[in-house]
């Protein structure tokens, strides 16, 4: 684990917007929009914090602007992982992306998101001092955070090639915890999973 002060976060945030406008805007000179494509499909997914730590991931892609080539993404998705003896968190999130696809149904895709996390501390029980200097237990309610993150990731869809109307995808990702300690607490991620299409191949 490493830690990550706020300044290196947001440099690292600006940094990663600009790349994607600027892949965004290039896309779209060169390509049109599909009208025909589906707007919306379902994920449902393995999330691992640090790989082995495990959890869930659902959500909804929603797709603005795509082609055939290219897909502009605003996803909603909810989940949690657990780590034995020491937490279990569970997050909503809201994240903006971008997909480039080729001919051959192998893709490549990145995300930058902004979140709600709620961390659950194992081992033993909390208290709390009153005013008055009394030391009281109390139950434990978690820890309320923000869960700032950025991801970049490749899969294949399987409706290229085949009537499977499914997308495969594996996706690395990093996301901070805030606040811990007065800093941003990196963690390192995988969200892989499949992506179901909301309509028949033949209906495109």
Excluded at 14 to 34: E, P, T
Excluded at 42 to 59: C, D, K, P, R, V
Excluded at 115 to 120: P, R, S
């Amino acid at each position: 684990m490493a830690f990550i002060n706020k300044p290196t976060l947001k440099s690292t945030m600006k940094r990663s917007a600009l790349i994607l406008q600027i892949f965004f805007f290039i896309v779209i000179i060169a390509r049109g929009q599909g009208k025909e494509l589906p707007k919306m499909k379902f994920m449902l997914g393995y999330y691992g914090e640090t790989f082995t730590h495990s959890g869930l991931n659902a959500g909804i892609e929603y797709y603005p602007f795509q082609s055939e080539k290219y897909q502009m993404i605003l996803a909603s998705n909810i989940g949690g992982y657990f780590h034995i003896r020491n937490n279990t968190s569970l997050f909503i999130r809201e994240q903006w992306g971008q997909r480039i696809s080729f001919g051959s149904g192998v893709f490549i895709d990145e995300f930058i998101g902004i979140g709600y996390l709620h961390q659950f501390t194992h081992g033993g029980d909390n208290f709390r001092v009153l005013p008055n200097g009394a030391v009281v237990k109390t139950p434990d309610s978690g820890s309320p955070m923000i869960m700032p993150s950025v991801a970049i990731g490749t899969g294949y869809d399987f409706s290229r090639k085949t009537n499977w109307n499914i997308i495969f995808f594996l996706r690395p990702e990093l996301f901070w915890k805030a606040p811990f300690n007065g800093y941003y607490l990196t963690h390192l991620a995988i969200n892989a999973g499949i992506i179901f299409k909301t309509v028949k191949k033949d209906e495109k």
